[in-house]
């Protein structure tokens, strides 16, 4: 990386690319850092209990903009 180049400037580059530029850029850096086997196994851990916690109906599942749409009333504080 050019010297001249800090990180604040380059996210500032960055967001100036195209949707499709970016999520390629964050998948491409994601996969650039090595994984730790502790953490996978316990990713693996967590979407297993997960699954099994659907599959009994403990848990349910709810269609995706449902689930923005609380995301966000829960941000903005609005119930």
């Given at each position: 990386m050019n010297a001249a180049l800090t990180l604040d400037?380059?996210?500032a580059e960055a967001m100036n690319?195209?949707?499709?530029?970016r999520l390629e850029l964050a998948?491409?850096?994601v996969a650039s850092v090595p994984?730790?086997?502790?953490?996978e196994a316990a990713q693996i851990e967590?979407?297993?209990r997960r699954m099994e916690?659907?599959?009994s109906g403990e848990m349910k599942?709810?269609?995706g903009d449902e689930a923005l749409r609380q995301?966000?009333?829960?941000v903005l504080g609005r119930a």
């Open positions: 400037s380059f996210l690319f195209a949707p499709e530029s998948e491409r850096l994984e730790d086997a502790e953490i967590e979407v297993s916690d659907v599959r599942l709810i269609p995301v966000r009333e829960a």
